[in-house]
């Protein structure tokens, strides 16, 4: 079973930059975490952007609609920052109709992945599952739960998303 | 959804012991894992026994397969070390038919989670999301892959679990 | 030997902010590194502020000073944000002459010790280990060197502290 | 300053094997440690050997002894296992007088580089700083403490060097 990623950033990739002292983006960290995974699946990753979630736009969740659209694979994983991950995913869901036989999964991290203490490769394991098990839909998976596209919202206060 | 998972030791667990320098088994990193995957579901956790798994016998599996049955979630996931996995999940496999309603991953590491470069995370990951997605039955999830009990081996030159 | 860590902050004692996704001080890393490091000399760690260095203000060098001024302790250590280190190595290498018999190390770190590529560890290995070996005087030590307070400066371009 | 780092094994470069599931030495990590530690001094890595220390033998501390002779750096660090590192500082005290001019810095690990709670990285910096530092000698420095080798024994029941 082929599954294709897609990286939009988010927390998952963030950097800390010594010269500026400030977060950043520069490569993505997923080849780096299928290796560390020794993840045996058939996984093309493909980075789309590499922004904070606040600072996606329309025109960005168009493409990203787009790509999930053009990929011949079925199963795909998007991974992107936490704070606007249910807006995008409900773009997603409306553009993606289950009819598409397509089944993508939203995840991303708390914390970045260059830190020790990252969630994101639980995060990944967890997606690349719930993509091969699920019907086709657009889902969000994070910290071992898995949320249907209209059934979720992140949580403000606490950071946590949680059923609607 | 509430998910137990059982733990009999393997890679996953083992630890560097300073004063001998070899490796063995303290207690296990479950609760550590889960709370650096932010994990947010319903989890209990029980530590079965604490065995490298070429060393489990036939009275340490009928443990395993009598918590399994006694278990009052559907769910669960079993870590396990990965020489004898395969085993164990027949064993499971027959004693447990889908008709019993339970869903059971058996999971694992390649190297130990406390490594810098465990893969357990991932798979930690993998397995919870494997359990809560799948038909009832026994399976073994390792490195994003899933396997029915009876269709999968380790291949012993490689270390790496394929369909048979 | 008696050695006293003096805690001001740092990039050294930053952490990721789950909520904010921001960097923010919360309790020192100190007693956590020198656990890792299996430090077996006698420290006292003192939280003097915990600030960004580019925000640290006369009035703070000046408890900084007191407080080594105060130490009974004649060896010791301050983490410090690198960004102004030098300066406060002047403050202190002006206001303690090498007369009073008081060996001052400052450190720090290029990355976070949150992040698991700091090099905060072998900073502090470092510096605790100048501080019992050199004479009477304020050194900066960072990344394997040690300047005296008055040969150095920190290369904005490069990020690198180098000789004057 | 230059400085050699002559590699001998030990905990500190041990790895896990994932085959055969046991401790195995592999390529030394100094060069990774170096890099992590944005080691700025100019330092040549050597590996002579990659041994248990319990494994060393009169001719593998020949070679050492004899490396740091030849060598034209006059600072130099021996990376070694724990277990006889105070007998090969013995043998290279005898050898290789102060009137040489040469000071030498043995250190180790109570826990492999490899897992991410080892002290390795912070003796890295502690052993490469006492090397600038010390007046020519041998010694052995670790977990912060520097001994001189004929004041120095490794106390087997709580794994800890101390003072004879």
Known sequence: MQIRILVTGGTFDKEYNELSGTLAFKDTHL???????????????????????????????????????????????VTHGTDTMVETARVLGTAIPPETGKTIVLTGAMIPYAFGSSDGLFNLGSALSFVQALAPGVYIAMNGRCFSWDTVRKNRETGVFEAL
């Open 31 to 77: 080849p780096e975490m299928l290796r560390l995974g020794r993840c045996r699946l058939e996984v093309s990753v493909r980075t789309l952007m590499m922004v904070d979630s606040l600072d996606m736009t329309d025109a960005d969740r168009a493409i990203v609609v787009a790509q999930c659209r053009q990929a011949r694979e079925s199963r795909i994983v």
